[in-house]
């Protein structure tokens, strides 16, 4: 048996530069993981089952599950799942990560389990590999194999390291509402989103290089998410949500993922802690859920 820690992620800036004729979005974005996770306990069996077991009562535990997905497609890739060998895993998910919370909870468990299995089949398929295989699960798994900041593009696919990106400490609010990010993508308006293929290399290496000097204004003034309107109008508690945060904390409040968690940077962890403590007794008593981290680099 293995133990693995799942880490959360977030996406300091979100851009959807256009759509497939397949009717998936191509989207530029910069993510990195955070010191904030689920936990997982992965083991060996000898039913020829997967089993999954989450003690979060909205998170299934059939093959619905992306967890189970991840599973099942690393044997069938490992060329197990026909076979008379008995081999099977229990799946055990802690969770921590808000579900439906645009911090990529579900597929980061992908990622986990699919990296703890090639673990516990002395690393049978190399990294490029595994890529492959989190592809198919969905747009976010792959970045989570990858193992660094980076930006994402593609339909998330498309990944490239950004290794100068300095590290912040966030304050997350999951607002006690969880997103659909079908339902989101579905009722983006293609027309009104931001900048396009063309501009992002230009404004990203710009943005970064503002970012990297200590957080100024100018930075957080580019922090930008296509979906966030959307998801708004969707579930109006995110905008509420962020309203209420902006006017306590008085700080640039923005949407991860396709929500519905908010976050803000700090560059000094006092003001992050401080903020984060105006924003607990604000919210105590209520379903939303306040979170105090840091990047992971």
Excluded at 112 to 138: Q, R
Excluded at 241 to 264: A, D, H, N, P, W
Excluded at 274 to 289: I, M, P, T
């Amino acid at each position: 048996m293995i133990k693995v820690f799942s880490p959360a992620k977030i996406n300091c800036f979100l851009y959807v530069t256009g759509k497939r004729d397949d009717g998936y979005h191509e989207l530029s974005s910069l993510m990195t993981c955070l010191e904030f996770y689920d936990e997982i306990e992965i083991e060996q069996t000898l039913n020829n089952e997967i089993e999954v077991f989450c003690d979060h009562p909205l998170v299934p535990q059939d093959e619905t599950n992306i967890a189970y997905k991840a599973a099942y497609l690393f044997f069938e890739n490992l060329g197990l799942v026909k076979s008379v060998q008995k081999t099977g895993v229990s799946i055990k998910i802690k969770k921590k990560i808000p579900v439906g919370a645009g911090l990529g909870g579900g597929s980061s468990n992908a990622a986990s389990v699919l990296m703890a299995l090639n673990s516990l089949h002395d690393n049978a398929f190399s990294k490029s590999e595994l890529l492959k295989i989190a592809t198919l699960l969905g747009a976010d798994v792959p970045f989570f194999i990858f193992g660094s900041p980076a930006v994402a593009r593609g339909i998330g696919e498309k990944l490239e390291k950004c290794s100068t990106l300095v590290p912040y400490h966030i304050l997350i609010c999951y607002p006690g509402v969880s997103a659909s990010t079908a339902k989101v993508f579905k009722n983006i308006d293609i027309k009104l989103t931001g900048k396009r293929k063309l501009d992002i290399d230009t404004w990203l290496n710009n943005w970064l290089d503002i970012w990297n000097k200590a957080l100024k204004v100018d930075a957080v003034k580019y922090l930008h998410n296509d979906l966030e309107n959307t998801a708004y109008k969707l579930y109006p508690d995110i905008l509420y949500t962020k309203e209420e945060m902006e006017f306590v904390l008085s700080e640039k409040v923005c949407m991860t993922g396709s929500g519905s968690s908010l976050f803000v940077f700090f560059a000094d962890y006092g003001k992050a802690k401080k903020a984060y403590s105006l924003l607990s007794d604000k919210f105590e008593g209520s379903l939303k859920e306040v979170i105090l981290t840091s990047f992971k680099i």
